[in-house]
């Protein structure tokens, strides 16, 4: 009997970005048991964990020994983290000035006035 594997499966990378909010809404550590309990969804502790100990080894999040576990942070705020991958993500790429161009052509008008108004403003002094 077949079964379908892509059959209620959630999108790559979601769980992880899940498992991100999760943490930086908590305003302090969670342990993985306290994670899943926040999630709310029928995941074994050990989906949980393995999600967990892949964002500390991505440098995403910290962990300290707590008792018998660890607790989990988020190393970098969430904006900061998304801007680290979208830089990640053109680093070394020839096409680059097209990646940005597809970027931008389908950004929606609120975003797209956003970004036009970012950079339009004279950069930070270091």
Do not use: C
Request: charged residues 25%; negative net charge.
């Amino acid at each position: 009997m077949a079964v379908n594997a892509g059959a209620g499966r959630r999108p790559h990378g979601a769980l992880e970005a899940e498992i991100l909010a999760t943490l930086a809404a908590a305003g302090g550590p969670l342990s993985a048991t306290e994670v899943q309990r926040a999630l709310g969804h029928d995941l074994a502790y050990n989906t949980v964990q393995t999600i967990l100990i892949r964002l500390l080894e991505k440098d995403v999040v910290e962990r300290q020994a707590q008792g018998r576990g660890h607790v989990y942070w988020v190393k970098h705020e969430e904006a900061s983290e998304a801007a680290r991958r979208m830089r990640a993500t053109l680093a070394g790429r020839p096409d680059r000035s097209a990646v940005l161009q597809r970027f931008a052509a389908e950004l929606d008008d609120d975003d797209a006035r956003t970004l036009r108004a970012l950079l339009a403003e004279p950069p930070e002094a270091p």
